[in-house]
């Protein structure tokens, strides 16, 4: 896959085993369709996405708290088990890629182009709120993840 987006991910990928102790893991293209097409109809994912399971999906080493193994689990739940239930339709396609607690979570729209605004969920009892996370792309999200990872923070 060529990396146009998430450069700074891949060239930086090999440089957290001396805080995680373990090497950053990408997913085969046989994995990331898979995902697709359970999340996203068969669709492809946003590039940039694509691009962050190829690098890091099974383990990044980033501080994100989800690997590729969980984020359909967690989709489907978050979809179903905290918004449905509440009375909340979500008609777009989604992915969480980050949560915390079971009760916020940090998702991308699929439909939003190659490189998508990341937005944040949080559910408790009877009150949700959305909202645009503080970084206007993917991408951008990535690149402070990884920022933090070099230094140690956020793991």
């Known amino acids: 896959m060529i990396i146009e987006y998430l450069q700074n991910f891949e060239n930086n990928?090999?440089?957290?085993?001396?805080?995680r102790k373990f090497p950053t893991q990408g997913c085969t293209i046989?994995?990331?369709?898979?995902?697709?097409?359970?999340?996203?109809?068969g669709n492809p994912f946003p590039k940039a996405f694509r691009e962050y399971l190829f690098i890091g999906g099974?383990?990044?080493?980033l501080p994100l708290d989800m690997?590729?193994?969980?984020?359909?689990?967690?989709?489907?739940?978050?979809?179903?088990?905290?918004?449905?239930?509440?009375?909340?339709q979500?008609?777009?396609?989604?992915?969480v890629y980050n949560q915390l607690d079971y009760e916020q979570y940090t998702f991308i729209y699929l439909?939003?182009?190659d490189n998508p605004q990341p937005w944040h969920c949080y559910v408790v009892d009877d009150e949700q709120?959305?909202?645009?996370?503080?970084f206007p792309t993917f991408k951008d999200n990535i690149d402070k993840m990884v920022e933090l990872a070099l230094k140690g923070l956020g793991l």
Do not use: Q
């Open 30 to 41: 046989e994995e990331i369709e898979a995902l697709e097409e359970s999340l996203n109809n």
């Open 58 to 61: 099974e383990m990044s080493c």
């Open 129 to 134: 709120t959305f909202w645009k996370g503080p």
């Open 90 to 95: 979500l008609d777009r396609p989604i992915v």
């Open 111 to 113: 439909d939003e182009g």
């Open 67 to 88: 690997k590729y193994s969980w984020m359909e689990r967690e989709t489907k739940a978050a979809k179903k088990g905290l918004l449905e239930n509440r009375g909340i």
């Open 13 to 19: 990928k090999n440089n957290f085993a001396a805080v």
